[in-house]
């Protein structure tokens, strides 16, 4: 895949509070501090693939292994997806 091709698309910036990653087996967790304006969050849509992506960037640090990094995380999901969450929020 070419390197701008998500640059073609629109993007929204989204705040985000907390975020954490682990691996289970390996007893390896890397967290953010809370509401840290170092992390990058983004959605994209799209269309031609009818999917919306998230990009994850964040500065993360694992205590019991002493690591710390920034680590990327990218979801793609149906954009009829969307929906489900809409609905949860009026649920709450």
């Known amino acids: 895949m070419p390197k701008d091709?998500?640059?073609r698309y629109p993007e929204a910036i989204?705040?985000?509070?907390?975020a954490?990653?682990?691996?289970?087996?390996?007893?390896?967790?890397?967290?953010?501090?809370?509401?840290?304006?170092?992390?990058?969050?983004t959605a994209k849509h799209?269309?031609?693939?009818?999917?919306?992506?998230?990009?994850?960037?964040?500065?993360?640090k694992d205590e019991w292994n002493n690591i710390?990094?920034?680590l990327d995380i990218d979801v793609y999901?149906?954009?009829t997806e969307i929906k489900?969450?809409?609905e949860l929020i009026e649920k709450g």
């Open 5 to 7: 091709y998500f640059y």
């Open 68 to 70: 710390i990094d920034f």
């Open 84 to 86: 489900k969450v809409n």
């Open 20 to 41: 954490m990653a682990r691996f289970v087996r390996a007893e390896i967790g890397l967290k953010i501090k809370q509401d840290d304006p170092r992390v990058y969050f």
């Open 14 to 18: 989204l705040r985000l509070n907390y």
């Open 46 to 60: 799209i269309p031609e693939k009818r999917q919306i992506a998230l990009h994850l960037r964040m500065p993360v």
């Open 77 to 79: 999901f149906p954009e």
